[in-house]
């Protein structure tokens, strides 16, 4: 997942301005899921690793910081398309 991540920022890399927007925000669309998916793994891995009866251990503290780091990225990454959720209203 974080190999997608790093190819969706070298595609990104090689816009040009001949390149069509659509495709810019397709690519940079595609990019925050797979940042969202892999903080999904984090926090999978990290909610797997919980035991009620004692603390958190460094490892799993660290999952959940990824896990949040991820998310945070995906947001700002659909930030610059200007993604939002669009109640649906019939």
């Not at 990104?12 to 069509?20: A, F, G, P, R, S």
């Not at 690793?49 to 990454?77: A, H, Q, V, Y």
Request: with cysteine; proline share 2%; net charge negative.
């Amino acid at each position: 997942m974080t190999f997608s991540v790093s190819l969706y920022d070298a595609a990104l890399q090689l816009v040009t301005t001949d390149t069509k927007v659509e495709l810019m925000v397709n690519l940079t669309r595609r990019m925050g899921n797979a940042k969202n998916e892999l903080g999904v793994l984090y926090m999978n891995k990290a909610a797997a690793m919980m035991d009620s009866g004692t603390d958190p251990s460094f490892l799993e503290r660290e999952l959940w910081k990824r896990s949040f780091s991820c998310f945070e990225s995906g947001i700002r990454t659909f930030d610059i398309t200007h993604d939002r959720l669009v109640p649906n209203v019939l």
